[in-house]
């Protein structure tokens, strides 16, 4: 059976281990794109946790979770585990451009905003997750109740095996005492041998102001250190300072260190080098008012996008008044006006920015006003 599931404007998903994920002739099984995932009032105790946003017990494969915004749940927000069930492979996992901010509950109860392993005591099932991609997410925290830690990857026993988790191009910010990237190498399973945690590569991050000095965390150990080598890290090019974050959590330009600071992961980007974080820079200029002259009664103009960081454009004619106008290319940096008639027309330019920009987060707006005028 193949499965199709778009999801946008939901409150909460969890996927049993019962249901399988096939893509079929699909590009994907799972797209959970554009929603907002909030808890207005933080949890204040250890008590009753909220499902997280993305709860994932089944096999996943080629899913995408992406441009989401999941604010102050009490629970681990995303979670990829196989659940209780024997030889699964999830594979081919997709995070990307969301905003995980205030996860967690001021009590004690360890919370995490990605969780990505085995459930505990798994100690007979060889399952796999590999090839999981998270790439340009923003995680941040402003509230008392920190997240324990941020990015959780975690093996029970040697007959279970995750591998290929890339971590690329985020700001990863405010964490608590387990830091920004925590390696749960025996999660309850008694004595039993964790099992491997193979190639994790962490590059072009800005990792700020987390716990464990902005280090891994090894929990396998009461000091964080590495008690074992089944856990294989990669770690090359993280930036340890501050992201210099606004207030809806673009960065400050030009002085942020995630301006152009991060890699090629193979999305559209603008500049020198990709942005970091989930909210890249951009700066909508419509460009300059013009004035046209008409004898006949009609006139057109060729107008352009002179925007910074931009990736697509959106153009639309706010005149009012009666006035009508055809904009022959409204998706373009640069589109022809024509069937203008006289009169003063405003065009409004939105500029967007990345994959963020479909999210309504990462877009500026401009105006560019067209006098046509009897010559």
């Known amino acids: ?17 019962t249901l399988i994920q096939v893509k079929g002739t699909y590009d994907y099984s799972f797209w959970i794109h554009d929603n907002l995932f909030m808890r207005k009032t933080p949890k204040a105790s250890n008590g009753s946790r909220d499902d997280g946003a993305w709860v994932a017990e089944g096999i996943v494969q080629d899913a995408i979770f992406e441009r989401n915004k999941v604010i102050g749940l009490s629970n681990n927000a995303v979670s990829i585990t196989i659940g209780y069930t024997s030889d699964r492979n999830s594979h081919n996992i997709t995070i990307r451009n969301n ?15 990605l969780q990505i392993g085995m459930p505990r005591q798994a100690t007979n099932q060889r399952d796999t997750i590999q090839d999981v991609y998270i790439y340009n997410n923003t995680f941040t925290n402003s509230t008392s109740n920190k997240v324990s830690g941020n990015i959780m990857i975690g093996n029970d026993t040697t007959l279970n095996l995750v591998k290929r988790i890339f971590i690329r191009n985020n700001i990863i910010d405010d964490a608590g005492a387990y830091g920004y990237l925590t390696f749960y190498e025996t999660q309850g399973a008694g004595n039993v041998t964790p099992g491997l945690i193979d190639s994790v590569f962490s590059d072009h991050n800005i990792i700020y102001n987390n716990g464990n000095s902005n280090n891994p965390f090894y929990r396998g150990s009461g000091s964080g250190a590495r008690t074992t080598t089944n856990t294989k890290l990669f770690e090359s090019n993280n930036i340890k300072s501050n992201p210099l974050l606004n207030s ?16 090629d992961v193979g999305y559209p980007y603008a500049g020198t080098a990709p ?28 107008v352009g996008s002179r925007s910074i960081g931009a990736l697509s454009w959106l153009w639309k004619d706010v005149s009012g008044s009666g006035l009508s106008s055809q904009i022959i290319n409204p998706t373009s940096s640069s589109t022809s006006i024509v069937n203008l008639i006289q009169g003063t027309y405003t065009f409004q330019l939105a500029a967007m920015s990345g994959l963020a920009a479909m999210s309504g987060l990462a877009v500026s707006y401009a105006i560019v006003i067209i006098n046509v005028l009897p010559k």
């Open 275 to 302: 942005d970091i974080g989930a909210f890249g820079y951009v700066v909508a200029n419509a460009g300059s008012n013009q004035t046209v002259y008409t004898s006949g009664g009609i006139a057109s103009v060729i």
């Open 248 to 263: 809806d959590f673009t960065f400050q330009y030009p002085s942020s260190p995630a301006l152009h600071g991060g890699v």
């Open 1 to 17: 059976m193949d499965i199709l599931i778009t999801l946008r404007s939901i409150v909460s998903l969890m996927i049993p281990p």
């Open 99 to 113: 905003l995980f901010k205030d996860i967690g509950v001021t009590g004690g109860v360890t919370v995490y905003a």
